[in-house]
């Protein structure tokens, strides 16, 4: 059972990547759709948006289809419609990609609101702290693995060969979790009761804490997703190829995999959980305006990819935090159904500004702002934490 969970992790760890591969394989690639004339700058964040679009519809019924049906059926028909969608996105029109960033995007919903639940069945009680420090870090890496290989592969191939491969590797992630992946012996039996509506009994300020957690959690994500997807347009600015902007971009995702599993010890050693974010995530913003406005562009990179990592344990604690007892299993929908909304809208914005100002830095400015936005919210509801129920 020892030798078991582990594997059980790296199956999970792997379809998580795969969600994080297929969600950056727009802006690595995102040249390709550009200079086409396919989609502009607005378009671009909207699509890139769009993943997150179903996500709001999923958050709350997610966690009662997986209830109902069990969860690795729902991981599998998660990945089917991600391979869906990204089948559907090789034909390069507009209608096809959209709907197919939805189709795909509705499978990583399902597949986000279940393997959370997964990794805890099967760790509780055993290493849990060491097994989430290990799987939060599979979205960096996704992110980092598509910078690598996609815009390579968008100069040689096109757009289409960028949305197979992301195809591809869902099929992969699918067929893995079909051979390995079984519900661990002390597993609650589907049919066990579980509250899956909102409640009337529970106070309303617990659930605008999950939704102001939600935000935060979804402010701190979107600037990532705007730094990743806005710096290879720094470099190229700054007169790198499109393969090497790509590469010199993915040093985040590289370097967050191995600062996220630190970041929550370090937390930890600190002590102050709502001073530590605070400042992590002011020094993101700090990091982010010097890639913005300086020459340093290497070096700010490196020190954002550095600090980035602090606060993600910190931020994604929050719901149980911040939830007493009876609150967290509606409240966890909410926290989810807020994120989304989030990271559906804001990556609009930042592609609206890129548009309007045709300044490569304009997106980075505005992830600074959601940094800093994220810092506030920090500052309203870091003091109820020591008051809710643990």
Known sequence: MLHRRWLILAVLFAARTVIAYQFQSVAAASFALLQDGVLDFAGL?????????????????????????????????????????????????????????IVSGAGAALLNVVLTRMVTDWFVGREMVAAFGIFVASWPLGIAIALVT???LALAQGWASVALASALASVAALILVQAF??????????HAPRQTTIRATVPAREYGLAAGAGLIWGLYNVSLVIFVSAAPDIF???????????LITSILGWVLVMVLPAGGLIAQRVGRPTAFSVA????????ALALALTSQTIASLLILAVIFGLPAGLLLSLPGELLSAEARSSGMGVFYLSFYLAMTGLPVVAGILREATDT??????????????????MLLIGRYRIRTTP
Not at 84 to 90: Q, S, Y
Not at 236 to 246: F, I, K
Not at 280 to 287: D, F, N, Q, R, Y
Not at 360 to 377: D, E, N, R, V, W
């Open 236 to 246: 190229l600015a700054n007169g790198y190829r499109v393969d090497t902007a790509g």
């Open 150 to 152: 996609l815009p390579a």
């Open 360 to 377: 490569p830095s304009s997106p980075i400015l505005f992830g600074a702002g959601t940094a800093l936005l994220a810092a506030l919210g």
């Open 45 to 101: 964040g909207l699509l890139i948006g769009c993943h997150m679009l179903p996500g709001i519809a999923l958050a709350l019924p997610g966690g009662v289809l997986a209830h109902r049906f069990g969860g690795k059926p729902i991981v599998l028909a998660g990945l089917g419609l991600m391979a869906l969608g990204g089948v559907m996105m090789t034909s390069v029109s507009t209608g096809a990609l959209f709907a197919g960033r």
């Open 181 to 190: 992946y079984t519900d661990p012996p002390t597993a609650a039996p589907i």
């Open 280 to 287: 992590s995530l002011v020094m993101i913003a700090g990091a």
